[in-house]
């Protein structure tokens, strides 16, 4: 395969995987998680159309994280896929690293996958898009660093 990939707009490393964890049971997996050697980064509550609570974590000295998902409402898609998923927790996400994201969207928009969102806030200051599970069968999440966007 000798494709021209100049006009791909530089998916950079994997930003991230984010598992939902059932409703009441966020601090239990973070100290699970504590035990075994990772580190808590960030801890947002996360309103809009998410809903979620979520903890990230550091594995271990590397640069590798995880998300915790905690639905906040019934209505978070995240409490929906548990429900989904008989009650237990899982994957939820993968998500990948940007340096630009309109660059990212506007390329994906072009080249026919379907996005859940135009790009705008995540946490930590971040700025992101999802693809649709449909393109991947699973959900993707595009995330643009907060530094990296200029704040």
Known sequence: ??????????FQFVDHIALAVPQGQLE????KYKKLGFTELHREEVYGKHQVREVLLRIGASENLIQLLE???AESPVAKQIEKNGGRGGFAHL???VADIQAAYAYMREAGFNMTQEPGPGSRGTQIFFVHPKDFSYLIEVVQEA???GH
Do not use: I, T, W
């Open 147 to 149: 530094h990296d966007a």
């Open 28 to 31: 239990a997996y973070v100290e």
């Open 1 to 10: 395969m000798n494709e021209d990939l100049s006009k791909v707009p530089g």
């Open 95 to 97: 998500a990948f690293r």
């Open 71 to 73: 639905p906040l409402s």
